[in-house]
């Protein structure tokens, strides 16, 4: 399945994820810039966040409190504010589409 980034100019960057590899994990691999992913993946610094696509909010499952909790912490969070360590891939998301935030401090 792919994942397609979409940077603040408009730009798309396909990329490859293996299923049940997590999306923060496929930017950093594919050096995507914009999302930086410094914890690994462990909801402790919310640089990986990203804002998904409306049409695939409601096909990922929904955020956990602790990571509601760090979305509370992010540069310019809107409604589909997710952190992208928490984005696992499936078959099902092959197409999903995830804007890169303008900067991550
Ligand atoms: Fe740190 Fe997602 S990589 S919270």
Redesign the pocket.
Known sequence: PQVIFIDPRGAQFEVDVEVGENV?QAAVDNMIDGIL????????????HCYVDPDWQDKLPPASEQEED?LDMVVDPKENSR????LEMTEELDGLVVRLPRSQF
Request: charged content about 5%.
């Open positions: 923060m992913g410094e914890c690994g993946g462990v909801l402790s610094c919310a640089t990986c760090m952190l992208s360590c928490q």
